[in-house]
C-alpha cells in the first residue's frame, strides 16, 4: 500500500472512530474530587469530539506522564500528554524510562504519575502469570492486570482497542500464492514452508514452540533473526512468514498480512494507562474521561499507520500524535 494510500485509510478510519467516540463519552457520569464546570469533550453548543480545557484542572498539581522506551510508547505517551494539557492539566512529559520494570518501579516510587503498559506484559513479568496462564479474552486479562496494579495502589485504565501481540505474518503476495489467510492453513503447508523469528522464538509457547502445539506446524526450515529484521525476512523472500508484531508500522507500508489466530494461540496485549491512585483522586474525572475518548480509534490499522510514519517515515513521536488527535478532532 502506498503511503498517500495508507494516509487515507488512515483519515477514514478517523473520521469513524471520532464519531464512536463521541457516543463512547456521552453517557459517563460524573464522579472524583476535582470541580468540573462542563466535561472537557463538550461545548457550550452541546457534545463535540474536541477537548475543551476545564479551568478548574489547572489547580490540579503537575502530572508526569512516562513511557518505556520504543516508538509505540512514545507514540502513546505523547497522545495522553498532549491530551490532559488540551484539557487543561499541568502536564511534566518523561518518556524514555526503558524497560517495564524501571517503568514499574518508577511510578510505585511516585517518581512518574502514569504510564502506558501492556497487560500481557503486566501479568507476566509484574504478577507472576505464567504466559500459557494469561486469559485469552482481552477484559478478562485487562481485569487480572487491574488487580494487580491495585495491589501498589495504582489504578489501570480501561484498555486500548488494540493489542500488541505476537503475530505471524506474510507478504500479501506468497500469501496469496498460497491461499493462506488463517495460521491453520499456514501448518498445513508448514512441511513445504520456511519460518523465521527470534531465536528464543523456538522456546516460546507465544511463538514458534506454540504454533507448533497448537496448530501442528511442521516446517521446512527455521531462520532465526534479530527483530530488527522481522519484517525483511519476508521482504527479500528469505523466509515464507515470519512472527512480527500486530502493530507494526512495517505490516501496511510493505504490503504485509497478519495471518488470523483462529485457535487463539497469542494472548491479549493491550494497553492500559496506569495511574497512581493518588494522581487520580486529584485529578478528579476528567483525565480517566479524556483517557478513553482519545484511546476510542486506537485501533490496531490506525496504530500500525502511527507507529509506521515513525519508524518509517521518521516523524517525530510528537508531531505524529499530535497530527492523529487533530485527524480526529481532539485538538481544534
Wanted: aromatic share 6%; hydrophobic share 40%; net charge negative.
Amino acid at each position: 500500500m502506498t503511503t498517500t494510500a495508507t494516509r487515507r485509510l488512515l483519515a477514514a478510519l478517523l473520521a469513524v472512530f471520532a464519531v464512536l467516540a463521541i457516543s463512547a463519552c456521552g453517557d459517563d457520569s460524573d464522579n472524583g474530587s476535582a470541580a468540573q464546570s462542563t466535561s472537557p469533550t463538550e461545548t457550550a453548543a452541546g457534545s463535540s469530539t474536541a477537548i475543551v480545557a476545564n479551568p478548574a484542572n489547572a489547580s490540579v498539581p503537575e502530572i508526569t506522564i512516562a513511557s518505556k522506551n520504543f516508538t509505540e510508547q512514545f507514540i502513546l505517551g505523547e497522545i495522553y500528554a498532549q491530551a490532559l494539557e488540551a484539557a487543561g492539566y499541568k502536564v511534566k512529559k518523561q518518556l524514555n524510562l526503558g524497560s517495564e520494570q524501571i517503568a514499574f518501579k518508577a511510578i510505585k516510587q511516585g517518581d512518574v504519575d502514569a504510564y502506558p503498559e501492556y497487560t500481557g506484559t503486566a501479568l507476566t513479568s509484574f504478577f507472576d502469570v505464567k504466559t500459557d496462564d494469561i486469559p485469552k479474552d482481552e477484559q478478562q486479562a485487562y481485569e487480572r492486570t487491574k488487580q494487580g496494579f491495585a495491589e501498589s495502589e495504582l489504578t489501570a485504565l480501561p484498555p486500548t482497542p488494540f493489542t500488541d501481540s505476537n503475530a505471524v505474518g506474510m507478504t500479501k503476495k506468497r500469501a496469496d500464492e498460497l491461499g493462506i489467510k488463517t495460521i491453520s492453513d499456514l501448518a498445513d503447508k508448514s512441511a513445504d514452508l520456511t519460518m523465521s523469528g527470534s531465536p528464543e522464538c523456538r522456546q516460546r509457547t507465544d511463538c514458534l514452540l506454540g504454533i507448533e502445539k497448537t496448530y501442528g506446524a511442521k516446517f521446512k526450515k527455521y531462520v532465526p533473526v534479530d527483530l530488527a529484521l522481522r519484517h525483511e525476512v519476508l521482504t527479500k523472500g528469505q523466509a515464507d512468514a515470519s512472527i512480527v508484531f500486530s502493530t507494526d508500522g512495517q505490516i501496511v507500508q510493505q504490503d504485509l498480512v497478519v495471518l488470523e489466530d483462529d485457535k487463539e494461540l497469542f494472548p491479549p496485549y493491550n494497553v492500559t494507562l496506569v495511574v497512581r491512585d493518588e494522581v487520580l483522586e486529584a485529578a478528579g474525572p476528567d483525565l480517566a474521561k479524556v483517557v478513553e475518548q482519545v484511546q476510542a480509534g486506537l485501533s490496531t490499522e490506525v496504530m500500525q499507520e502511527l507507529n509506521s510514519r515513525v519508524d518509517l517515515d521518521k516523524q517525530k513521536p510528537d508531531v505524529v500524535a499530535k497530527a492523529y488527535l487533530t485527524e480526529s478532532g481532539f485538538l481544534e
